[in-house]
């Protein structure tokens, strides 16, 4: 298995490496929504003082952190995967006796992020030295925590999106499907908004949603502003989270495997 | 023992949906969906030993490739069974995709942006080959295909041709011991057709594999199998030897004529006239095989001939012909 995942490193990394100009469109695309949210809340926060107790610094130092908890976390299966079912490209993989989206695909995304994050890096720190956040709070057992947090974050957000992405067996309108779903995220994970600037309805229902584990938890651990108990509370919720996003994107594979037509090819 | 590919009453159904073109058409289909349901495959049986090289044919949407995509797991019948090597090839087990492989286009296994020996030494891992064996294998299919100066290439760069043979050996680096080939010699000259037929007749000699394979080319066939199985509208219509099947086909010819001047002569006398889409510039007449020298002698003894051809019809003709009843 090590072998198989060792190569499929190498000939997706020699992919992606094809497609480097591509990469840096797309992260300066990915980049824009972020900054515009950062820049919003700063003035905000600038002209009153503060917003709900979050300075403009605050707010500065979020999506400081957020940016790289993103890029961490995210994945863009729903670009590289939804159209091999609706061409009948899957074809070639599925009599593979390898699982097309936890292998090969997984490889893919990892690749991609990896490249990414390298573009982002010199982006990040020309951002630090203009805004200037704030990262007195942060701590070594913060970010140490962060990590495996990080991690259950992306496996639940690519199980959730391939799940999504496997709808692309019963409809060809996926995509709008899945921008319904980045909606939601945008609302509950922190992205938007900070959570505790939201309704507190809102903040009570994205305790309980996987979505907050992809941003705001992870940042929030990393910034050093969360209670023991809430850490735990968070572990938990990513470890019930891990397993329904096991069984549901089981299910809908399981099921739209099925119906698989598997045209053109 | 039992047979290697046992196919019972096997059966797809299609639903495609449907609906008319203009503006309240779409309306409509919007809130009610209209299904026509297709019937690609219909109860179909036929069993295939171990070691036999068994020819798929039938004209184009007749169901070969729907039976083989089924055949190798990636389509669920509605209908029917079959079992392969004694596995439900759609349950995908890793153990029967291990031991099988499909052919089927030109765009399969390799990965279109990198060199195909990035993409072979993928498949070396992921069908858990041994190092020599990988070797070995490879050393033997590159004498037969000279793979060599196509490997360093992305697979993009490559030719129609070259592609096909890279697809080909790279589907056949496992050793399965099942072939499901979908026009394998699709795309290739006559000398790569010839070389791929050679390598699959010596395969078969060599591992007992069996191999069941669609074909536009009859060349194909008869060079390579003993039994044929035809299937047409989604029917079996005949399973068995290749000899008694041109036995049932009143052997043609087809006769393709090119008048020095303008096509105003009527070649309807001299044998029934078909239509030939690719090729305008001569009129062709299809005629008994044993009247072709007679027919030919007394066309060019009639007409401003230009040019004569003799061949043989298109696969799909003939079964068309012979079956359509």
């Known amino acids: 298995m090590f072998l198989i995942f060792k190569r499929l490193w190498q000939v997706n990394w020699a992919e992606q490496w094809q497609y480097r100009a591509n990469l840096l469109m797309y992260l300066l695309y990915w980049l824009v929504s972020p900054i515009i949210y950062l820049a919003v809340w700063t003035s905000i926060a600038g002209v009153k003082g503060e917003v709900n107790g979050f300075t403009a610094n605050d707010f500065v130092t979020y999506y400081m952190v957020l940016l790289i908890c993103d890029q961490i976390t995210s994945n863009i299966i729903i670009h590289t995967f939804a159209y091999k079912i609706q061409d009948g490209s899957l074809s070639g993989e599925l009599v593979k006796p390898i699982h097309p989206m936890l292998t090969n695909a997984l490889v893919n995304n990892i690749a991609f992020k990896m490249l990414t994050i390298m573009g982002l890096i010199p982006i990040w720190i020309i951002l630090f030295f203009l805004f200037k956040p704030d990262f007195s709070g942060v701590t070594l057992s913060g970010v140490l925590l962060s990590i495996p947090a990080m991690v259950l974050g992306f496996v639940i957000g690519y199980l959730l999106s391939a799940a999504i992405t496997s709808l692309a067996f019963w409809t060809t309108r996926v995509y709008s499907i899945h921008e319904f779903y980045f909606a939601i995220i945008l609302l509950f994970s922190g992205q938007f908004v900070p959570l505790p600037l939201m309704p507190k309805v809102i903040q009570d229902i994205a305790q309980f949603l996987p979505f907050q584990l992809f941003m705001y938890y992870p940042i929030q651990l990393i910034l050093g502003r969360l209670s023991a108990e809430q850490i735990i509370q968070g572990y938990i919720m990513a470890g019930v989270w891990l397993v329904i996003s096991i069984l549901f994107f089981n299910w809908v594979w399981r099921e739209g495997v099925k119906r698989f037509s598997a045209v053109g090819a | ?325």
């Not at chain 2, 000398?191 to 591992?207: D, H, V, W």
């Open chain 2, 1 to 325: 023992m039992s047979p290697t590919i046992h196919v019972q009453q096997l059966s797809k159904t299609y639903k495609v949906p449907e609906r008319e073109g203009g503006f309240s058409a779409a309306v409509r289909g919007f809130f009610k969906r209209k299904y026509k349901e297709v019937k690609a495959v219909q109860r179909v049986d036929f069993k295939i030993e171990q070691g036999e090289i068994v020819g798929f044919l039938g004209p184009n949407g007749a169901g070969k490739t729907t039976t083989l995509k089924m055949l190798s797991g990636l389509l669920h019948p509605s209908n029917g069974n079959a079992s392969v090597l004694g596995f439900t090839p759609w349950e995908l087990k890793p153990d029967y995709l291990r031991s099988m492989t499909l052919v089927m286009g030109q765009r399969n296994r390799l990965s279109w942006d990198i060199p195909a020996a990035d993409s072979f030494l993928l498949h070396q891992a992921i069908y858990r080959i041994p190092d020599d064996e990988y070797k070995q294998t490879y050393k033997e299919l590159d004498e037969l295909l000279e793979l060599e100066p196509l490997m360093k290439k992305p697979v993009r760069n490559l030719s129609l041709g070259e592609r096909m043979k890279c697809e080909i050996a790279a589907g056949l680096l496992h050793r399965p011991k099942v072939l499901f080939l979908d026009e394998p010699t699709i795309g290739l000259d006559i000398t790569g057709q010839a070389r791929i037929r050679e390598f699959l007749r010596e395969y078969n000699k060599r591992t007992g594999a069996t191999i069941l394979l669609t074909s536009h080319y009859m060349a194909d066939v008869t060079a390579l199998c003993e039994r044929i199985i035809i299937i047409h509208h989604g029917q079996l219509k005949y399973d068995g030897g290749i000899s008694d099947l041109s036995k049932k086909i009143a052997p043609f010819k087809l006769i393709g004529v090119m008048l020095a001047e303008s096509n105003s002569h009527d070649l309807s006398k001299y044998g029934e006239l078909v239509q030939n889409e690719e090729d305008w510039e001569k009129q062709y007449i299809q005629v008994k095989a044993e009247d072709v020298t007679r027919v030919t002698s007394r066309l060019l003894a009639d007409l401003p001939i230009h040019d004569i051809t003799i061949a043989d019809p298109p696969i799909e003709d003939v079964i068309e012909q012979a079956f359509n009843s």
